[in-house]
């Protein structure tokens, strides 16, 4: 994923100043930096939520800046939010199953005349109940999403983005104000996730998060890259170690 | 047995109207106040295929529905890349413009006077012409029009179209291209809505722009309202309660004018009752819309 000279204001705030970035193929990277910095604006460009008003992304070569988000979800880059984003009526399971990408039951005439749909459900409820085993809420599976708790609901969000088959994650805070236990079960994950290949980007406000996992980190202030680097360079600068890390 | 007759096929097109539109809002979180006017459009090309170009019902029954669907393009495609509410305010604008054109386009739809001798439908060359054929025919139609909203309903397309009721943002990041949903399901919904206007043309062989009004497109979504929108019974149910409701304080003996007064008050309260007690409706498994 590469982005080049993003730029993006709100109302005269500028979020996006000149932003350009080449993320490696594989491991994981934080984002960190005060409020306001345009952390989550990054996220939004580069997932086509927010239009930058200059600047490109591309994904392997491919622009993608001004795709729409589900074209960019579907190239394989899926992402979670700080707000957590999960249908709360349906069961775990089915949270899951919708995740799931290139459904043939999603087209007009399948759904109507139900032709290989029942096979492809079969399919998809044991791949969702998989990856609910991976993430340790198999026994959750026929709970209500709204039904779990606040740390179970990030191990949804994380289960649903993986059930996209998404080379690259985007995550959005996934340890915040959850029980240091379950903190650890999702890093741990994330782990296992860049061990087999994925890219997994994240802010994160936790630096020994970001210490504990991150193979590269990335420094943002009102809305420009102020470092990049290794964690154990980035952050025992001091100047980063005064801003951010206290 | 006639008059019973009677309501019961009144019954069957409200239901068509009541899924249709429970397709597009119940499950999709789509407002639209336009039923009237594709109920209207079905009625008005069947009555003009048949009457005017001695094409058959069944004829006049898919163009009504192929033309409802490519008009439904016009509100949807426009609007739908905008959020929900350019949607609801096109829906209405819609409305507006086909009353307007049934109303004054007297050369084509014979203007207020309407279009008579619209001729009994004739299915497998046979003419259906008693009440009780009719019934068979439009509750068949129901049917199935029900059958289709269940299946759109649930499963993997239904998932999406909830998941666009409770969080269009969500479903975009998992990669649902939610324009194509929308665009489609009120494409289907309009179609479903046409098959009513062409039944009810050819039963009651006389139509005029005042059966196509905002009021009906209201009565449709009161039905939804009260039965419960997103539910299995509920539309079938509202529909059935708000059609024989009039005919219920008309066996009451009330004078004509104030049963119909009488019967705005009752819609009135019972959509403040439901709003405030019962928000699902009757047996609703969400509140309305989003």
């Known amino acids: 994923m590469h982005c080049e000279s993003l730029y993006k204001s709100f109302d005269g705030v500028h979020a ?20 306001g910095a345009g952390k989550t604006t990054l996220l939004n460009v580069w997932t086509g939520f927010i239009r930058a008003d200059a600047g490109r992304c591309a994904l392997s070569d491919r622009d993608i800046t001004n795709l729409a988000p589900d074209r960019i979800a ?20 089915e949270n899951v199953m919708l995740a799931r990408p290139n459904q043939r039951g999603e087209r007009l005439w399948a759904a109507l005349l139900r ?3 029942a096979r492809e459900e079969a399919v998809n409820r044991q791949q969702a109940l998989s990856l609910l085993r991976f993430v340790g809420l198999a026994e959750n599976a026929n709970q209500l999403a709204r039904a779990l708790s606040y740390g179970q609901q990030k191990l949804l969000t994380l289960a649903c983005c993986l059930a996209t088959e998404a080379k690259i994650l985007l995550l959005d805070e ?16 994330l782990v296992k996730l860049r061990n087999e290949g994925k890219l997994i980007v994240f802010i994160e406000h936790d630096i020994s998060a970001v210490r504990r996992i991150a193979n590269l980190v990335i420094v943002m202030d009102a809305g420009r890259i102020i470092a990049e680097g290794p964690p154990a360079d980035v952050l025992e600068r001091p100047e980063i170690l005064e801003a951010y890390v206290g | 047995m006639a008059y019973l007759l009677h309501i019961l096929i009144i019954t069957a097109i409200y239901v068509i109207l009541a899924v249709s539109l429970d397709l597009l809002a119940g499950h999709a979180g789509l407002l639209s106040v336009a039923q009237a006017a594709f109920y209207g459009l079905g009625a008005y090309t069947s009555a003009l295929l048949t009457v005017k170009m001695g094409a058959t019902f069944l004829v006049g029954i898919i163009t009504g529905m192929l033309l409802a669907t490519v008009l439904s393009l016009l509100v949807s495609l426009p609007s739908l890349r905008l959020s929900d509410d350019y949607f609801v305010i096109a829906s209405f604008a819609f409305q507006m413009i086909v009353f307007s054109i049934l109303n004054n386009w007297g050369a084509l739809t014979g203007g207020p006077t309407g279009i008579p001798g619209i001729p009994a439908p004739g299915v497998f060359g046979g003419h259906v012409l008693t009440h009780a054929g009719f019934l068979m025919l439009a509750a068949t139609c129901a049917v199935l029009s029900y059958l289709v909203v269940w299946r759109l309903g ?50 009651v062989t006389y139509i005029d722009p005042t059966s196509f009004t905002v009021m009906e497109s209201i009565l449709v979504i009161s039905m939804v309202i ?41 819609y009135g309260g019972m959509l403040v009752f439901m709003m405030m007690f019962r928000p699902r409706g009757l047996v609703g498994c969400y509140s309305f819309g989003r």
């Open chain 1, 16 to 35: 996006l100043v000149g932003v350009s970035l080449t993320l490696p193929t594989t491991g994981i990277v934080a984002i960190i930096g005060p409020n």
């Open chain 1, 74 to 93: 579907r190239l394989g880059v899926a992402r979670t939010f700080q707000d957590l984003r999960l249908i709360q009526q349906i069961s775990v399971l």
């Open chain 1, 115 to 117: 032709t290989g749909v």
């Open chain 1, 174 to 189: 996934p340890v915040a104000g959850v029980h240091p236990e379950m903190a650890d079960r999702i890093l741990e994950l």
């Open chain 2, 154 to 203: 649930t499963g993997p397309y239904g998932r999406v179209l909830h998941a666009m009721r409770e969080d269009e943002v969500l479903a975009k990041a998992l990669g649902k291209g939610t324009v194509r949903f929308k665009v489609t399901i009120f494409a289907a919904s309009t179609a479903l809505s046409a098959l009513a206007g062409s039944l009810y043309a050819h039963y």
């Open chain 2, 226 to 266: 009260i039965g419960g929108a997103g539910s299995l019974w509920g539309p079938p149910l509202g529909a059935a309660v708000l059609v024989s409701l009039p005919e219920l304080l008309r066996s009451a003996g009330l004078p004509s004018a104030a049963a119909a007064n009488l019967r705005q008050i009752i």
